[in-house]
């Protein structure tokens, strides 16, 4: 008899699962709830889902051919990718990178607000005997007893990388607590376009949807424990978020925001049951409006947040992240549109890039003198780079000539940089690299993914102002929001040509407005009604139907 069956003991877990014959080592921990990160979604390109098997030998493990390579050191003393490494018979697996540093992340949860009366969309009234607990003008449900002042909503910001849920008293408005946390989902799929292909199987988007659903419910645990309420007293939540990830949090495929014309399968600006979350019974969950397929309902929740539709004059709103969404409002009037910029700004793609935690160089600046001033988060030794550190090292290199415009390192024998640059300036790997830190290194690989991030964005600017017959000096304020975009510095982004020159001295960093603006549509019913309306005026540009958008974009890659 011919035995197909194998076991993986993940001993770091202390779990064992049994797979077929042939199965990956990814898949088998994917079975397993093993969260092994694995951004490029199995591709073989990021090198993320490094693991260690024991006694590794060929007939155990067959490694298929992946486009990242291990070095011949790491191959000998037993390291294999998971997502490329095929298991024949019974292994044991040390997993190195399973997420469990959520405590160590740095994520925003603040973000500007504006004062508004509050006229919450959920009421209760006792009657004597029960509370009738009201959404508008209908009773959902009734308790026992007096529960009236014990009214809550969760306004939560589904990022492509981290969650933000902040739980809000309904009746005073106030922000009681709030938790941070990466979003599961991307240990599986790092950028929107990898996740919406990964969901558009029905396997793959019940991974996706249980990844967040569970972790939403963790999220709700922490913040009712922390102040002590009960969650069934929990009664809306406000899902802000790119439209993708609405889909994903809402069990909906989004296989076709996948291709063309890349139709959203939600629209926003209607109530959902909460069955899926440990709320109360008769919970609810709020969808606020979607602009369009690739600008969704954490736009939307940004342009309440800043008022954008009230200002007078030119702004510009970005919301930098592995998905780059932009709105220009001209006194009033609102253009939005969206760029892949892909995962290099969360240090994805990098050689030595990781997520904004402990141990990440997050500020990197040079001299005058050519000393180089950093700091990592949590004071700790430096062990990789997170994003706002990566665009510090390449835009302070720019500026200092260690980069060339065209995204090369100038040789030190030919630069014109300091000494003390030059003595940065080493060949890793067989390739000229940038030592930022004893630990990390810039590599020029990790320049190309600054360079592509960039030049998306940057592209995604041009085209909107040239839509508009705008120049970039007309623009009176760019505010930057986003939990990435709040660590940048308007120098950095400058130095690299993410901004245009012109908007010098015009950047403010406003935070997280999904989260604050999903607190505005918690707490005043108003909104709701006058952004479905304002978004049906919004003008949104899909910048692969623009004439010209390809060179623009060519042209941008320029530091």
Known sequence: MVINMVKVNFISEGIIT????????????RKAGVMIEAPCNAAGTCG????????LDESCVVSIEGRHHLKPEESQAGYVLACQAQVYEDIEVLTENTVSHNKTLKIVSEGKRFSYAIKSYITKCFDGEKTKVFAGKIVIGEEHGDTSLQAYGLSVDI??????TALIDLLT????????????????????????????TPEGLEILYNAITDELNRMI??????????????????????????????NISPATLGKYPYTPQIFGGNNIPASMLNVSPFGQIYLPPVISAYVGPDIASGILASQLDKKNGI????????????VIAKDGKLTATSTAAGPAFEGMNIAYGMRAGEGALEYFKIDDSGELITHTIGDVKTTGICGSGLLDIVGELVKAQVISASGRFIAPEKGEYSENLKKQMIIK??????EATPQVFLTPKDIREVQLAKGAIRAGIEMLLLSLNIKAEEVAMVEIAGSFGFHLREESLLNIGLLPKELKGKVSFVGNTSKTGGEAFLLNTDFRESMNSLVKEIEAIELANQKGFDKVFIRELSF
């Open 18 to 29: 049994t797979i077929n014959k042939g199965v990956t080592i990814l898949e088998a921990a």
């Open 221 to 250: 645990e922490d913040v009712s424990k922390a102040v002590k309420i009960n969650p069934k007293h929990i009664y809306e939540v406000v899902y802000s978020g790119n439209t993708a990830m609405i889909h994903l949090a809402c």
């Open 429 to 434: 790997d067989g390739k000229l690299s940038f």
């Open 48 to 55: 993320k889902c490094r693991v260690k098997v024991a006694n």
């Open 315 to 326: 702004t510009l709103f970005i919301d930098i992240g592995t998905n780059g969404e932009m």
């Open 173 to 200: 408005g106030e922000e009681i607590t709030s938790v941070s946390a990466l979003n599961p989902q991307s240990l599986q799929a790092q950028d929107v376009l990898t996740r919406i292909k990964f969901a558009s």
């Open 159 to 164: 990022g492509t990388t981290t969650l933000v």
